[in-house]
């Protein structure tokens, strides 16, 4: 069965790990703000792959608007579509938190759910949520903490402690632990939903002369996890490095975080960014080849 992958730039480097063809997208927008997308050829093949990363100065519904139309246009030709979406926009939206609200996540994986055959991001925000509970179809939440351990290699585990910054982030530091076996601290963080500040019950730590990481899922204004590496400081570690998957701005998130000095900075390509360690097309590959059989 021929498979072809469809997308930009990340999707063409994609091809060349799975070595397969790849078709590209133009894009044009009109002066109202109307986005159109198209195919550079037409798709004949029994398997597609539509691959797009939203890029650093996007509008995240431009995105969503983008991928759908493009989606539903392979899918005219195509019997089996599989949507790759890195950065899942809106999963922090699965509860009604205040009256009136709608359930985000949960309309927006029922919408891709009528288009592609099989869904896969990675790092979906998972709480409340699991990304079984908003597809209808076949759906993967691909986690990169195991990848993103081996930057860590020249620590020693035992001088060092991995810090989630609240109790979402537990999965996301056992993950990262699995190839780095350090201590692991989980903050409890409270955040005022209406003013949106945020605060921590655990505040008298001890981390003299240890290198903490502080890992979270995603850094937009880096708000939550500078709050952490100024208590971390104020415990008078020895080094601090962030981790984390989705640079929502792109390197804006990354560069909010160097005034706090730290040892290192380690993300992914899920959004467009110069700043990234981790390519997640390694991670695409092996998922795609050993589960999907491409």
Not at 56 to 83: C, H, M, Q, W
Not at 94 to 120: K, N, R, T
Request: hydrophobic share 40%; proline share 4%; net charge negative.
């Amino acid at each position: 069965m021929q498979t072809i992958i469809v997308g930009d730039k990340l999707a063409e480097k994609l091809a060349q790990y799975l070595r397969l063809d790849v078709i590209t997208i133009e894009e044009r927008v009109f002066p109202d703000g109307e986005i159109k997308p198209k195919l550079k050829k037409e798709i004949k093949a029994d398997n597609a792959v539509l691959l797009l990363q939203k890029r650093e100065s996007e509008n995240i519904n431009d995105y969503l608007i983008k991928y759908f139309l493009i989606a539903r246009k392979i899918k005219e030709t195509v019997p089996k579509l599989i949507g790759i979406m890195p950065y899942f926009p809106y999963a922090r939206q699965d509860a009604v938190f205040e009256d009136g609200e709608p359930i985000s996540s949960l309309y927006l994986g029922e919408l891709l759910s009528h288009i592609l055959d099989v869904f896969i991001t990675c790092n979906m925000h998972e709480h409340r949520k699991k990304i079984s509970d908003l597809f209808r179809i076949p759906a993967y939440n691909l986690s990169l903490f195991n990848d993103l351990a081996k930057y860590f290699n020249d620590l020693n585990p035992q001088e060092t402690i991995v810090i989630g910054p609240d109790r979402e982030a537990k999965t996301f530091v056992d993950d990262f632990c699995q190839n780095f076996p350090a201590e692991k601290i989980i903050l409890a963080k409270e955040r005022n939903t209406k003013t949106g500040e945020i605060s921590f019950s655990e505040k008298n730590f001890d981390f003299q002369n240890k290198n903490i990481i502080i890992i979270d899922d995603m850094v937009a204004t880096g708000g939550t996890i500078f709050e952490v590496a100024t208590m971390v400081q104020k415990a008078k570690a020895k080094t601090i490095s962030f981790v984390f998957v989705h640079p929502v701005f792109g390197d804006a998130s990354v560069e909010s975080l160097l005034k706090l000095n730290p040892q290192k900075i380690v993300t992914t390509n899920t959004i467009e960014n110069s700043k990234y360690q981790l390519d997640i097309n390694e991670c695409l590959n092996n998922f795609l080849k050993q589960e999907l059989k491409i």
